[in-house]
């Protein structure tokens, strides 16, 4: 309907744009893979098209040379979201994105609460030094869940001041969306 409000966020623009490959991809797959509406998706494709970081054809969506540059830039800084099987809520489905340089940030509750207002239920911030660590309450998670931690270190290279958000939801793209919104709190992220 004409002058329906968008249904989106800005995470949902960024998961859209993370999405998207040097491979057409229709905007069928994009609905199901991002579990939005098909009005949603179009939506974003067009706004990812006038930043000229897509280009389209009778085949799909696939990035452009701008965007697959622009995709390379990101991945320097952050790897994820990525779906995880956690026993911890574990009826709740989880996922985390790993912040490549998170050396000097301040790890706190506000940017766990930054997840829960994105729509997380709740939310872990861990920091790697020596290992993974829950840095405002000094926990060693692999003491604390050690399956869990077994799960995570084969999910990702970790190396010295890496950050970890693991966000957990009912649905996966909540997870992700708010997964990214402690990002974009962190690294401002501009498409």
Known sequence: MVGNKSNYKKEDIIRTFLCMEEK???RVELV?????????VRSILDILKRKKLLDSSKQGHKLSAQGSKKKKELMRKFIGPKKLKLKEYKE???CALLIKD????KVNLDLRDEAIRAGAYSAILLKFEDDLKIPFLGLDYKKENPED???IIK???FS???LLIISFAKESKVCEN??????EKIKRIVL
């Open 92 to 94: 709740l489905k989880s």
């Open 102 to 105: 998170g050396g000097n940030v």
């Open 32 to 40: 199901k893979k991002l579990s939005l509406g098909e009005g949603t």
């Open 160 to 162: 010295t001041g890496n």
């Open 24 to 26: 057409p991809i229709s």
């Open 178 to 183: 708010a997964s990214l919104a402690v990002l």
């Open 155 to 157: 999910s990702f290279e």
């Open 149 to 151: 931690y077994n799960t």
